[in-house]
């Protein structure tokens, strides 16, 4: 009988051995994990008894956390990777008592509510709103903790309807969501000759324009409330295909027959949070302000509202007009600038800017969105 190991007797050794690290790996990491909760814990002990996780729930310390992960972060496993794999550690442990509240534009399956996923982890309670009103109203009432609504895309721009609300809305931001956008074609048929009908939101047709018009120009293209309802009529109407994100194929059932069909590759959308508060400085924020000049026939009155942010070497990233629905041909501005508005930098700006201004109101300072 001969004395030599079975052939791959040595590679399973092998493997066994890489195996056996893996599960010790595992333990260590499972160990540290439970620590961070217990620790958690008496965070939450610390700072009183009574309070829910609302109480507890610091935007400025997880920004800087994550900031963290990422510069730590050596691979090989991708710093987005990275950053997913800690916000679901933290949210879990955040959720021990009670989880956060999140409403959001659903319904279930939308880009919307992969943004809360992102930004809060998959331990919250995500409740799907049919409106942006209605997101706006369940946090101002205290229904929801925390809101989550689409503010701009890079192809379409802006989605005024958010920026509207803030005009007699005493809620915060206290978040920002970046997302890349894949828009998907999907519906029950197996190829796109038996589509006479697309139904999505009409910033995902938009989106797609090109696309459309080139593979399916005799289709109707119908708008919807949200993808996820094109995606609900895809799955009960014959004839009928939706754009939607992977999650609403998901959810609805449906076959993704043609895959990121958007017209730009760099497709991205960003999503504000909404809350009840300000929050400190995480080190590395942006805030958010709603301006109207003064009623005057003075040539520059915005320049003029607007010189301190250049005086004080404030960056402007983004400004937007909107109707003031005071009165007519009256506007207000939205505008972003880097920092935070308690930053010696940004403050005594914003101090400048309300002497100017007729109306200067903070909207929000809070952590740049991260990845």
């Known amino acids: 009988m001969s004395d030599k190991a079975p052939a791959g007797g040595s590679e399973n050794s092998g493997l066994q051995g890489l195996r056996q690290r893996i599960d010790e790996v595992d333990t260590r990491i499972h160990e540290l994990i439970a620590e961070r909760a217990r620790i958690a814990q008496q965070v939450a002990v610390a700072k009183g008894a009574g309070g829910g996780a609302v109480d507890y729930y610091r935007p400025e310390r997880e920004a800087e956390v994550l900031r963290k992960v990422v510069t730590r972060n050596e691979g090989p496993l991708s710093d987005e990777e990275m950053v997913r794999l800690f916000r679901e550690i933290m949210s879990a442990c955040l959720a021990q008592e009670q989880p956060l509240?999140?409403?959001?534009?659903?319904?279930?399956?939308?880009?919307?509510?992969?943004?809360?996923?992102?930004?809060?982890?998959?331990?919250?309670?995500?409740?799907?709103?049919?409106?942006?009103?209605?997101?706006?109203?369940?946090?101002?009432?205290?229904?929801?903790?925390?809101?989550?609504?689409?503010?701009?895309?890079?192809?379409?721009?802006?989605?005024?309807h958010t920026l509207d609300m803030f005009l007699n809305s005493p809620l915060k931001i206290c978040g920002e969501v970046e997302m890349r956008?894949?828009?998907?074609?999907?519906?029950?048929?197996?190829?796109?000759?038996?589509?006479?009908?697309?139904?999505?939101?009409?910033?995902?047709?938009?989106?797609?324009?090109?696309?459309?018009?080139?593979?399916?120009?005799?289709?109707?293209?119908?708008?919807?409330?949200?993808?996820?309802?094109?995606?609900?009529?895809?799955?009960?109407?014959?004839?009928?295909?939706?754009?939607?994100?992977?999650?609403?194929?998901?959810?609805?059932?449906?076959?993704?027959?043609?895959?990121?069909?958007?017209?730009?590759?760099?497709?991205?959308?960003?999503?504000?949070?909404?809350?009840?508060?300000?929050?400190?400085?995480?080190?590395?924020?942006?805030?958010?302000?709603?301006?109207?000049?003064?009623?005057?026939?003075?040539?520059?009155?915005?320049?003029?509202?607007?010189?301190?942010?250049?005086?004080?070497?404030?960056?402007?990233?983004?400004?937007?007009?909107?109707?003031?629905?005071?009165?007519?041909?009256?506007?207000?501005?939205?505008?972003?600038?880097?920092?935070h508005c308690a930053d010696p930098a940004l403050a005594p700006a914003l101090a400048e800017l309300s002497d100017r201004a007729e109306l200067c109101r903070v909207l929000g300072s809070y952590p740049k969105a991260i990845l």
């Open 101 to 160: 509240k999140v409403g959001y534009l659903g319904p279930e399956g939308t880009f919307t509510q992969a943004a809360v996923n992102k930004h809060f982890g998959h331990s919250v309670r995500a409740l799907p709103l049919a409106t942006i009103d209605e997101v706006f109203h369940e946090v101002e009432s205290g229904a929801a903790d925390f809101g989550v609504v689409p503010i701009e895309n890079s192809t379409e721009g802006t989605v005024n």
């Open 181 to 339: 956008i894949h828009q998907h074609l999907m519906g029950l048929m197996s190829g796109i000759e038996n589509i006479a009908r697309v139904c999505a939101h009409p910033q995902s047709l938009a989106q797609c324009r090109g696309w459309l018009r080139e593979y399916l120009p005799h289709a109707d293209l119908l708008p919807a409330s949200s993808n996820a309802e094109g995606a609900r009529r895809a799955r009960d109407e014959s004839g009928t295909a939706a754009i939607a994100g992977e999650a609403a194929a998901e959810v609805y059932g449906l076959r993704i027959l043609f895959r990121d069909i958007e017209d730009r590759p760099d497709n991205a959308t960003r999503f504000l949070v909404l809350g009840r508060e300000l929050f400190p400085p995480s080190g590395d924020d942006r805030t958010s302000l709603l301006l109207s000049t003064r009623d005057t026939e003075d040539a520059g009155a915005l320049h003029k509202i607007l010189e301190p942010l250049a005086s004080h070497q404030v960056n402007m990233t983004r400004i937007e007009s909107r109707p003031s629905r005071r009165r007519n041909w009256h506007y207000v501005f939205f505008i972003d600038v880097e920092g």
